[in-house]
């Protein structure tokens, strides 16, 4: 499934140490220019869509 949101430009998702679970998901998202679209916009948006 395609997942887009319209104030997104690029998204890369990697693996990062975590202390107790050995490692966790970050995700770095770039907006398109002129984007008002918040962090957490764009995070309650994700958290409807993805799974936790």
């Given at each position: ?6 104030a ?8 990062v140490?975590?202390e ?33």
């Amino acid at each position: 499934m395609l997942m887009e949101h319209p104030a997104v430009s690029l998204v890369a998702v990697i693996g990062v140490p975590h202390e107790s679970h050995g490692q966790e998901i970050k995700a770095v998202v770039v907006k398109k220019s002129g984007s008002g679209t918040t962090e957490e916009e764009l995070a309650a948006w994700a958290k409807e869509r993805l799974a936790a």
